[in-house]
């Protein structure tokens, strides 16, 4: 029977081995630039930019000649008639014909409209408005993909750990089990051996079941089909304590830089409204037919006497009872408002800043101090194994050194996954989350 399950381990490991093999590794940058070919987020974004233009062309054609064409026919089913005096005598006049058609061709243009022009300087910044607003959104991409991504890295590397101090304890049991045979040492130490790589065992199945979560988790931040296996590089932990030196400016947020153009798009609006003080002015032409006659239009008793005009259209805002000004006071007043959440906005990006740096320098404080505590941890484990096999250390001793290398090891983990998160937040304070997708 255990040859049986040595086997099966085996073949589990050179068909797992080839699995990986043939699977791509899926580095940071890899995941980033996958999420913004695929996640509904950037594809969205991508749409709301082409639609801007269509929404930017639309108030263009205003400004463009309107041409329209307009037909119509008629059977006067009973003619009206008209009765008039004529001579001492009363005379009935039918007015009009059994068919009645017309056909026109009609031309607006707008020549003074302050509404019209205020739309047009408007269509550059909305256009700059959406730009904006699509980077915001491939931003916040990104940090979410990072944040997930270095989440699972961290719980890779607990379990790792933890398959680590459950391969020391099993040498140790092993040792154990040799020594009980021989009759140097107690049965009860090889029980609480066994216990311990039980309790391990099932810790390791908990972390692993974690890891599965988070992975998917990944896979849905980024778009990836979530049966699509995911191996994570080597080595993605990379401390850079520089990053805490360099300058960065809350001008360059995208955060910022879009309620800019949501602001001048307001100072737009407000103006569009004040131009509902002035007048308008449009030329007008028109050419058609108006057509009557006793048969049908075509091939009968049929007259298509022709009609043309031009002229200009003047329209003079007088009194409106108050509700232009009204409308203006409110366009005012949401670019207060507009400018207010722009304060409160660098206010809380200043806040995150300074928090972010405050972690990282949190972070290397502590990461130091765990790489100090592993180092510690695994020389006092080595000493302890010695003297346990020499009869000057308890079990108890070596149990509990192996559970604080694996402490130190998981508090080192802990406090690179909080670097990492940090360094990303302080990127996206100097406005250079895209960096991210560039390989170092």
Do not use: C
Not at 28 to 52: C, G, P, T, V, W
Not at 344 to 373: F, P, V, Y
Not at 419 to 437: D, M, R
Request: aromatic residues 6%.
């Amino acid at each position: 029977m255990k040859r049986i399950r040595i086997i099966a381990i085996l073949l589990a490991g050179i068909f797992g081995a080839s699995s990986v093999n043939a699977q791509e590794v899926l580095t940071l940058q890899h995941a980033i630039r996958y999420a913004l070919e695929n996640k509904a987020e950037a594809k969205k974004s991508a749409l709301d930019l082409e639609n801007a233009q269509y929404q930017i062309d639309e108030i263009r054609g205003a400004a463009l000649p309107q041409i329209n064409g307009v037909a119509s026919i008629k059977s006067n089913v009973i003619i009206p008639e008209m009765v008039f005096e004529m001579g001492g005598n009363v005379i009935r006049a039918k007015m009009g014909q059994p068919w009645n058609s017309n056909a026109v061709v009609s031309l607006n243009q707008q020549i003074f409209n302050q509404a019209v022009f205020t739309g047009l300087k408007a269509a550059r910044t909305t256009r700059e408005f959406y730009q904006v607003n699509a980077q915001l959104t491939e931003e916040q991409l990104i940090e979410k993909v990072a944040t997930a991504y270095y989440d699972v890295f961290q719980t890779q590397l607990q379990l790792e750990t933890i398959q680590t101090n459950l391969n020391s304890t099993t040498k140790n049991k092993n040792v154990v089990n040799g020594l009980v045979g021989a009759g140097l040492a107690k049965k009860i130490d090889l029980d609480r051996l066994v216990v311990a790589i039980n309790n391990l065992e099932s810790q390791k199945q908990q972390v692993y079941n974690a890891l599965q979560l988070k992975e998917n988790a990944l896979k849905f931040a980024i778009g990836m089909p979530i049966e699509n296996p995911v191996v994570m590089p080597k080595e993605t932990f990379a401390v850079d304590p520089s990053i805490v030196l360099q300058e960065e400016s809350l001008d360059n947020r995208t955060e910022v830089l879009l309620m800019q153009k949501q602001i001048e798009l307001y100072e737009f609006d407000k103006k569009s409204k004040v131009a509902g003080l002035y007048p308008t002015l449009s030329l007008g032409a028109d050419f058609g037919w108006n057509g009557f006659g006793k048969g049908f239009p075509i091939g009968g008793d049929f007259a298509w006497p022709k009609s043309s005009a031009i002229g200009l259209n003047l329209s003079i805002p007088i009194f409106t009872g108050g509700a232009t000004k009204a409308r203006i006071n409110q366009a005012d007043i949401q670019i207060r408002q507009a400018r207010v959440t722009l304060e409160d906005t660098k206010l809380g990006l200043s806040l995150a800043n300074e928090n972010a740096k405050a972690q990282i320098k949190n972070s290397l404080l502590t990461i130091n101090t765990n790489r100090s505590n592993v180092g510690l941890a695994k020389e006092v484990l080595s000493d302890t194994e010695n003297n346990y096999k020499n009869g000057l250390a308890t079990l108890t001793e070596l149990l509990d050194a192996e559970k604080a290398l694996a402490d130190a090891q998981n508090n080192l983990n802990t406090s690179l996954l909080n670097f990492k998160v940090a360094e990303v937040q302080l990127i996206k304070a100097k406005g250079q989350l895209k960096t991210l997708v560039n390989e170092k």
